[in-house]
């Protein structure tokens, strides 16, 4: 099991993949300098983590349950990791944890995923929360090589016929694999009521299941401040505080990714239908949230 | 208390708007000649009611309640009242109406109110629908002076500064007023969810409160198959017997009424907020259900 | 050939469709007095007209012709009947007749036929109309009984099947009959550029072909200021006056008709494959300028 | 003056960027084996050249002029070329570029620049081209590292600011430039109608004055097929010869770039006011054809 402790690793350490490191104890409080000195303890601390086998939390997380107040986890996550940590935005209704994460007053940084088939109003979006909350939006887009193989190949639509994996791998793992080794944490925007199957155990916080962070395999915290609240407690907030929204939720759009894999859902049809809508009810995830899947985390890691 | 008896009343009785006329009981049972004779018990009758005040639903309905099914309730409609008996589609979700009074293997009747100010949305479903149940909606359309009326001193759109009441009175309430002097029974598709306030009530079948139909006042019996429905559970059943749908509910539209006073709403959004979305939240009715407005069912009438 | 005098009919005489009324001179200048009195020479215009066949503009007018300025016409038109006459506006293009009109200074009417099937954007347009020139419209609506009739025994989308011309008689004509019944004369956004076939030789003014006035037949004068403008013309002056114009225009819709019955052209293609685009292409009128259609102009009498 | 000769260069002479190769003539017939040896005469026509200081067009091409069939200029250029020249298809109206080149009975190829922000409408349509004529299109991606840099820094919608060069920069010329940089001629759609200013002169064949391609500056060819074709002569030929056309053609789009520099023009007005509507309007080249405006030809360059 790890465990917060008083040691830190070198700024190296941090960054190297040995096998080592990934047991070093990396959770380094904001203020602290980065490059702390790493004397006492560390071999204790490796004697204690030397059989460990499933990742856990740090400490400071471990009074984050399900009944945390949203701004209360973006909090904790950004006074622990500050600049290490940022809010994976997908366009959606998860702008609120945007909205939170003004609201606790300290610096926050933001990332997108550009596909390049997002819908143009996503983009105008996107635009619309970088004035409200005057920040910059890190977007990440898929790298040309391995776009321009897919598209030769299997053309525009491929995700139609084949599954949409293949697609998202390139446009949205890939990218989001890249910026996720450079943080020691992330935010996102995961509910228990999203995935019919797929999310319906999500933790407010836990260690992420798929994805390796700046600190290597097991190390990376994925805290997902909105797990326990519903659809319509979101929709709710954001009326209420009059947070912008997608435009697209104008016009029956509930979850909203890629343009050609998202559509609008009838009156009181799960939200979920409205995403891959050709696939299996029970597979919806990205491959952002695969870990979800029960036996299918390690499967889109590298 | 009104309650069915063997005898009718004759046709020019039906007809009469007297006082006494409307406390003959008039539910004739389909298949009985329509001027049957009224010979003896009749005064019987009368005694019996002379001291009513609240007109009551006929002995046959009254086995129909919260637990009934909506094809049950509908059945027993066309059965007694055939076609003296009409659906009131809008074109929005009440298409389940049609789809269940088909099921019923029973002729039925099916009009609608074209304001003049409709979709073209829900123009092309009302042609659907024809095509579908393979029927003939009978359109109701508002008198022209009327609307000149109305539209030449107030313009188009005075139902935003006035208030809705005005050219619903035009458009739908008068057309509808005159449909159902031809009736003795409506059919409509209301619910108990879909007002906050104004229809938490609603019995599935009832003496109109509001409108008279061919017997005259409190002889209209007004079906609401639906009341105990929730939306939910209306869409599930589109969607499992593929019930053709207004297109506008692919695009963020529950509650759907003319195009000006009708909008998409946010997900979560109570869809009564898609309506007259100007004016307080409370008074949702056009007039056609009035009734359901506490201390509102008179003042609609002429 | 019928000609102005300076003798006027009585008010009685000029409502009365006698065919000897038909005859009397009827152009009465503005500012005149209705009742005018009517005393001696009569007799000899009446002789001077006694074996005319065909009815001729009134000498006032002959001045007009193709190289006439639009508000030029316009303003004899108004300075000639004043409020007996009235533009008769589409809610396209036409909205050039409305800026003319208001740049001759003096007061004008504007009538619209409300089909009860035009575009929500048309219907908003209307209003954007109004407030920009502080003018009312005078909405024409069709009769209740006949569109009820139409569309009870045809449905919604008879035209399609059957022609356009049955449901344009009960939405439009019969409207535009009724108010063209209480003008003498009106103006129309009629051009030669617009029609293959049915509009190549319209005249800037001329005895409206079809239609009675208040006069009676041959005696309603149809003045058509946009005659002889292209359409580029009137979209160069469009933008350039900023002239408010009906949102469709922004999304490939060029003349504008009922919504079922209108639809966007292609980049280069004829406006007029915009309307009616299932029937044949010379026979493009709705019946408001039937009189285009050679032969037909009787065919839409009464 | 270059001028098409016998001799032929090495593979890897051809590819080389020296000056020297420059020199060499390229322009070598389909069906001749691509390492054709390079023996006698080369010197000689490197005598001829030496001295050459303007480009100009291999003699096969001399007969092209404005006269020339669309048809026959792409048959001569694939004749040519063959693989090594492909169409630039931009998803608009120059999908006639396509049939005509099918039209040729020869094997083509097709690249399209996939900006990762063109309309949902156009991926459709690259789609339904790529299965109407049974082809794969070859979709150039900008490079992630030039794009995330910009809009990181600048946002998205940076171009109605600083202006659309920058953007077209990093998400057209850059992809462009290396696709080229594999040809030795491209077709393109570009018309003398399109632009008011920068596309009057344009002929039917040149030397590219703005890129390179595989052989080096001022050795790509440009074919202009389109050149002398009217926007109506395109858009009728479209329509008589049903060819697939992006849907957005139906909206009043006429030229199609990026959805958020794109917009459908009012009726009548010239369609490149639907590009770049913010900037100047004789200036709208986007890099592509950057060499239509006098004097930027060499800015574009690297």
Known sequence: MFQFTAGFPSSSQRRSKCACSRRVIAWRPLGQPKRATLRSG?????????????????????????????????????RVFGS???????????????EYASQTKRPFRVFALDTGRLHPETYRFFDRVERHYEIRIEYCFPDATEVEKLVRNKGLFSFYTDGHQECCGVRKVQPLRKQLATLRAWITGQRRDQSPGTRAAIPVAQVDPTFAG???????????????????????????????????????YISIGCEPCTRAVLPGQHEREGRWWWEDQTKKECGLHAGNISGSGSSSKP
Chains 1, 2, 3, 4 share one sequence.
């Open 42 to 78: 560390r071999s204790g601390v490796l004697g204690i983590h030397a059989t460990a086998v499933v990742p856990s939390l740090p400490a400071e997380f471990a009074s984050l349950d399900e009944n945390s107040d949203p701004v209360e986890v973006i909090d904790a996550a950004l």
């Open 84 to 98: 290490d940590c940022a809010i994976a935005f997908s366009g959606a209704e998860d702008v609120l944890l945007v």
């Open 214 to 252: 700046l600190e290597g395999d097991g190390m990376l915290v994925k805290f997902n401040p909105l797990a326990n609240m519903s659809s319509k407690q979101v929709w709710d907030t954001i009326r209420i505080l009059e947070v912008p929204y997608n435009e697209l939720h104008e016009r029956g």
